[in-house]
């Protein structure tokens, strides 16, 4: 996975532009895209700083976990019940849609399992009429 390029590097490109170079000539001079030096000047400009921002990282769990109760009680009250029946009657109470793969991830992060049934041997004997 990649890294964040240093946070010197990012002052160094910082003080040049401030210094009067150009955004472009900068980002040649430190061997970055221009578009990269663009955007740590506006980060500069905007927040004070040029940190990276954070990489990586669930970004969307947070959406389906604020229903997780509702999730979870139409679970208790029919156990039975499939993913796709939850993603109808969420969608009908809450108005969020989710799709059937967020569901499953989000019970099995609370520690629900999916038992298939356990296969039973077919019968040698002859049928009986």
Do not use: C
């Amino acid at each position: 996975m990649t890294k964040p390029l240093s946070a010197d590097l990012r002052e160094r490109l910082v003080a040049a532009v401030e210094g009067g170079q150009s955004r472009r000539a900068a980002a040649e001079r430190f061997g970055v895209a221009p578009s990269t030096a663009v955007k740590w000047m506006n980060r500069w400009r905007l927040e004070g700083h040029v940190k990276p921002r954070p990489m990586g990282g669930d970004r969307h769990s947070h959406r389906i976990e604020a229903h997780a109760a509702v999730i979870l009680g139409l679970i208790d009250e029919k156990p039975d019940v499939t993913l796709a029946e939850i993603a109808t009657q969420v969608e009908e109470a809450r108005g969020a849609r989710f799709s059937e793969t967020a569901i499953w991830r989000l019970l099995r992060r609370h520690g629900m399992t999916y038992k298939k049934r356990q296969r039973m041997r077919v019968s040698n004997s002859d049928q009986m009429s």
